[in-house]
């Protein structure tokens, strides 16, 4: 008989298993839950996919419930093999364990020496999605061979017309969604914090809900998606997004069928490339480019700290009060986050990114912060994601430029400007837009940092008047903390 295989929470798709007959060691580490505050969606998702895999894995499955991963290992009592953990904290624990078979990595598309074989040959300088991107392009022979050039462009929509797709399959609770919500309130009566507010499961928690929301994506948003990546909407949260990235980092879906459904839309005419290749850059670029980041690095990206960014998160953002916020941008995007642990990844680079980065937000604490509060978050996503992309903390490792923008381009790809209280055109007064505001000063506060960032370097050069650099930054310092 096969050694038992120990499946971790985000492995819970068939792709990791080989054997009909491998029995299945499933843990829920109650330490896990206890140790930080967790979005109670986030906390509800992890428990209940779980508990769905071992009900489908039937007799094959053993789910043991135990205060840490050590005891239940202990309580069971046999050698068991774990696929490469998705953590290093993970993956330093699983060392310590005797007799504990690690197999290589899944989910992903591309080998680890492969990629370490590109970023050494290419690393003059910064490694780059971009490059990184076309290299997979070929070597995964993906949107190869195209047929007759399209003249479609990709359109920056300030989505004041939102898609009309169906919506995607339902989500039904069941029993063992009822014995999760139990299960979370007795905790949270024992003492247990949480974020966020509960709410029925709105993403897939099997592989068959998960693979029903991708095929409803590529049949009815995908078309759309191109047109409305960028764009965020108040009245639309989703737009044209397929909101799978939990099923992809829970392990329920592979990346590959979704990357070629997505590729065989394209070659049938019912999506453009200017439709397609945004969604499949999202998995093959910048997923893979991450995970293998995350990998090929060291130490961690934590802490370089480029930019002037100490100041703690306010406690009206950590818990998620966007009741106490009156720009429209930011409460809406807020609000979702609290309702639903999730956003777009416009939202969270140009909305909550940028307004962290604009304050000189501590990095850490927003990985931490994102981590926790997204029904996605992983270490291996946020840690380069915002560390790099959002925040510019990591010596340009992931991206050229700082997600920083001003109050008029988020007017430009969204509705959210027009009914707001504030003015995304001023810079000063009371009705000064806190991004417009925020954008000078964080221009000000880092003018010697940004000689290297061209964009950056042009915006302050076009605001250079002492007086206002003085009104700018003690306007900021007034705002302080407080919610805009």
């Known amino acids: ?22 029995p299945v060691l499933l843990v829920e580490a109650h330490e896990l839950f206890r140790r930080r505050p967790l979005h109670r969606q986030k906390a509800h998702l992890i428990l209940s996919a779980l508990r769905h895999r071992a009900a489908e894995l039937g007799d094959r499955a053993l789910l043991l419930r135990t205060g840490t991963f050590r005891e239940a290992l202990e309580k069971l009592g046999e050698p068991v093999e774990l696929i490469h953990p998705p953590s290093r904290s993970a993956l330093a624990f699983a060392r310590t364990v005797d007799g504990l078979t690690i197999l290589p990595p899944r ?19 910064p490694l780059r999605m971009t490059d990184f991107y076309r290299w997979a392009l070929r070597h995964h022979r993906v949107l190869a061979d195209p047929p007759p050039a399209e003249t479609a462009s990709r359109r920056r929509s300030p989505a004041a017309d939102t898609p009309d797709v169906p919506p995607p399959p339902a989500i039904v609770e069941d029993d063992i969604d009822a014995e ?12 247990v914090r ?37 764009a965020m909407s108040i009245e639309d949260p989703v737009l044209a997004h397929s909101v799978l ?43 893979e480019f991450l995970w293998q980041l995350y990998w090929y690095f060291e130490p961690r990206f934590r802490g370089v700290g480029w930019l002037a960014a100490t100041e703690p998160l306010p406690e009206w953002f950590d818990q998620l009060d966007a009741d106490a916020v009156e720009a429209r941008c930011l409460a809406d995007v807020l609000s979702g986050v609290r309702d639903r642990a999730w956003a777009h990844h416009t939202q969270r680079l140009l909305v909550l990114g940028n307004y962290g980065l604009q304050r000189g937000w501590r990095p850490a604490e927003l990985v931490d912060w994102f981590q926790r ?68 000063a964080l221009l000000h506060r880092n003018g010697e940092r940004l000689i290297g960032d061209p964009r950056l370097a042009a915006e302050l050069a076009d605001r250079d008047d002492p007086e206002r650099r003085e009104a700018v930054l003690a306007q900021e310092e007034k705002r302080g903390s407080t919610a805009p």
């Not at 008989?1 to 491998?22: I, N, T, V």
């Not at 999760?180 to 003492?191: C, F, K, M, P, T």
């Open 180 to 191: 999760v919500r139990r299960d979370l309130d007795r905790w949270a009566a024992e003492g």
């Open 1 to 22: 008989m096969s050694r038992r295989r120990w499946l971790l929470a985000d492995q819970l798709g068939p792709h990791f298993l080989d054997d009909p007959d491998q």
């Open 194 to 230: 949480f974020v966020g507010r509960d709410g029925p499961r709105r993403y897939p928690a099997t592989h068959a809900e998960a693979d029903a929301r991708l095929r409803h994506f590529v049949r009815h948003r995908l078309p759309e998606y191109g047109r409305y990546a960028d």
């Open 245 to 287: 990235s939990s099923s992809f980092n829970l392990g329920l879906l592979h990346p590959e069928p979704a990357i070629r459904a997505a590729e065989r839309a394209w070659r049938d005419g019912s999506a453009s490339r200017a439709a397609v290749e945004p969604f499949i850059r999202q998995l093959l670029g910048w997923r």
């Open 373 to 440: 509060s997204f029904v996605d978050g992983t270490d291996w996503v946020m840690n380069a994601t915002v560390i790099g992309m959002s925040q510019y903390a990591d010596l340009a490792r992931v991206d050229t430029r700082a997600y920083a923008v001003d109050g008029r381009h988020i007017d430009e790809i969204s509705d959210y400007c027009a009914g707001c209280r504030y003015d995304p055109t001023r810079v000063l007064g009371d009705l000064a837009c806190p991004y417009t505001g925020g954008f000078e």
């Open 107 to 125: 989910g992903f598309l591309t080998d680890r020496a492969d990629f370490a074989t590109w970023a050494d040959r290419v690393r003059r300088g």
